[in-house]
């Protein structure tokens, strides 16, 4: 059975930094494409990056430059590193992964959102001003 299980989320004041763990039982993960996203209340969801298997990156636009994915196939885990946090960066983060064959590729898009990707049950950030 596939579980990801995130943690490391918490209250952080504005500039400081926070690091998401997500551990992964997937069978094939030397071929996944992994990902983050997040979703604040009555938001959408907001992707934010992706790493696929050979170590290429992905950012969203308001996670570059900020926040570092990164992940650990010996561990089977998952990272994001998030510095210089702000109060718009307050919402529920998921981890969530896709087999490359059924996504076609690798993509922030294509990560999060696959109806036949997996995704944990998210890791509350709250970033006070």
């Known amino acids: 059975q596939v579980e990801l299980v995130e943690s490391g989320g918490g209250s952080v004041q504005s500039g400081g930094s926070l690091t998401l763990s997500c551990a992964m039982s997937i069978l094939t993960h030397s071929r996944d494409c992994r990902g983050w996203f997040r979703q604040a209340p009555g938001a959408e969801r907001e992707g934010l990056a992706a790493?696929?298997?050979?170590?290429?990156?992905m950012y969203s636009t308001s996670a570059k430059g900020r926040f570092t994915i990164s992940r650990d196939n010996a561990k089977n885990e998952l990272y994001l590193q998030m510095n210089s946090q702000r109060p718009e960066d307050t919402a529920m983060y998921y981890c969530?992964?896709?087999?490359?064959?059924?996504?076609?590729?690798?993509?922030?898009?294509?990560?999060?959102?696959?109806?036949?990707?997996?995704r944990g049950q998210g890791t509350q950030v709250t970033v006070s001003s």
């Open positions: 790493i696929d298997s050979d170590g290429t990156t």
């Open positions: 969530a992964a896709v087999r490359k064959e059924v996504a076609v590729g690798c993509s922030i898009v294509k990560v999060t959102t696959n109806p036949f990707g997996y």
